[in-house]
């Protein structure tokens, strides 16, 4: 079972803002920029236990929300969504329980470089005024997509999001669609990150004093949701997404070794 060591100053930081940007994300934003805290985590922490410690959190702001955005969901994206999903974590708790930790932290950067990247492009690609339908069968391959993701790193709101943001929900309908999705998706992961050993004891104490600032978060991120466009907000924190994860995959030590002088250069 991986450790969970003190996580020092700069740990600490990291975990009350992780914690502020789940309940911000998850609110007021649909989870979209919560994609920056597994990456960021996993940097200061074991990436197994960066993983388990954000699950508690995770649950616990879909309750919240939950107060928010009750009944506010789309069943036509929800159901789909779900079948998928079920696939998705079958399969990804399969990887799960084999993969090193070096493995895992590698993943982590590769979806959030992947997913990230994906989301920018998209943006630039489909026109705002262009509305699609639901579709059940595309929902569903999201929904595995999603599963996957989400179980390996907490990384299964883009596939999600990607699907829902042609729909062109309002505001109000895409956060409390996302919440019902990953409410179900989160719950589903506590059987398989326990097995895993991946929320030891401490992992919850740290998530018992987190709770105050991802309730905090959340009304932030419902107030939000309401003031600042979400294109920019989420713009910004996809970049950050793609630099953590580039950082995770040893992009910048690389870089770091490319332009270091040779003795004698």
Not at 26 to 37: I, S
Not at 247 to 263: I, Q, Y
Request: charged residues 10%.
């Amino acid at each position: 079972m991986p450790s969970l060591d003190a996580p020092g100053l700069l740990g600490g930081v990291v975990l009350v803002l992780g914690a502020l940007l789940i309940g911000i994300s998850k609110a007021g934003f649909g989870g979209g920029p919560g994609m920056l805290v597994p990456p960021l985590l996993a940097l200061v922490l074991p990436p197994k236990i960066a993983i388990g410690l954000i699950l508690p959190l995770l649950l616990a702001t879909d309750v919240f929300a939950f107060r928010f955005y009750w009944r506010r969901w789309d069943s036509r994206n929800v159901l789909p969504v779900l079948a998928g999903a079920a696939v998705g974590i079958v399969i990804g708790t399969v990887i799960l329980v084999d993969i090193n930790p070096e493995e895992l932290k590698r993943a982590i950067g590769l979806l959030a470089v992947l997913l990230g990247g994906a989301q920018l492009i998209r943006e630039r690609l489909v026109s705002p005024d262009k509305v699609m339908p639901p579709q059940p069968w595309l929902g569903g391959a999201a929904g595995v997509v999603c599963g996957i993701g989400s179980t390996l790193a907490h990384q299964g709101g883009v596939p999600v999001t990607l699907y829902l943001i042609p729909q062109r929900l309002d505001a109000a309908t895409f956060v409390g669609t996302t919440t019902a999705i990953f409410f179900f998706v989160n719950a589903a992961k506590v059987g398989p990150y326990l097995y895993a050993g991946m929320i030891p004891l401490q992992a919850l104490k740290i998530d018992l004093m987190l709770l105050p600032l991802v309730y905090l978060g959340t009304v932030i991120g419902v107030r939000l949701n309401q003031v600042v466009p979400k294109e920019w907000f989420l713009r910004v924190i996809l970049w950050f997404v793609l630099l953590t994860g580039l950082k995770l995959l040893g992009v910048d030590a690389a870089l770091l070794s490319v332009l270091r002088p040779t003795p004698g250069g």
